[in-house]
C-alpha cells in the first residue's frame, strides 16, 4: 500500500517556475514508478513525466520536454517535479501516482493516486 500527497503548487505567471513535491508512505516506495499527471476543465488526464524506480530512467510528453523535470529522492520517499517557463496552457491540477510495474503514460494503469495539487499560470 502506497500513498501519495502532492504540494507546491500555486499562482504564477507567464514563465515563472514552481516545483511540485509528491511525498509517499510505504516501506518499498523505491521500487515503484511514479507518474505525474494533469487535467485541466473539462479535458482528460493527460501524462506529464514518469521516473521508474531506480531513478534511472525518466519519461515526458513532448509538450514538457525541455521545460519540467522529473527526479526522485528515495531516501525521503518523494518525487519532485521541477516546472520551468510555465505557460498559461499548463494550467492544470497536477496528480502524482505509482505503480509497481514497468512505466506507462496511461493513467488508468497507476494503481495509487494522490489528490492534485493547483497550478495556475497567468498570462
Known amino acids: 500500500q502506497v500513498q501519495l500527497e502532492e504540494s507546491g503548487g500555486g499562482l504564477v505567471q507567464t514563465g515563472d517556475s514552481l516545483r511540485l513535491s509528491c511525498a509517499a508512505s510505504?516501506?518499498?516506495?523505491?521500487?515503484?514508478?511514479v507518474g505525474w499527471f494533469r487535467q485541466a476543465p473539462g479535458k482528460e488526464r493527460e501524462f506529464v513525466a514518469a521516473?521508474?524506480?531506480?531513478?534511472?530512467?525518466?519519461y515526458y510528453d513532448d509538450s514538457v520536454k525541455g521545460r519540467f523535470t522529473i527526479s526522485r529522492d528515495n531516501a525521503k520517499n518523494t518525487v519532485y517535479l521541477q516546472l520551468n517557463s510555465l505557460k498559461p496552457e499548463d494550467t492544470a491540477i497536477y496528480y502524482c501516482?505509482?505503480?509497481?510495474?514497468?512505466?506507462?503514460?496511461?493513467?488508468?494503469?497507476?494503481?495509487?493516486w494522490g489528490q492534485g495539487t493547483q497550478v495556475t499560470v497567468s498570462s
Open positions: 501516482a505509482a505503480r509497481s510495474r514497468t512505466y506507462s503514460e496511461y493513467h488508468l494503469a497507476y494503481d495509487y
Open positions: 510505504g516501506r518499498t516506495f523505491s521500487s515503484y514508478v
Open positions: 521516473i521508474s524506480g531506480s531513478v534511472t530512467s525518466t
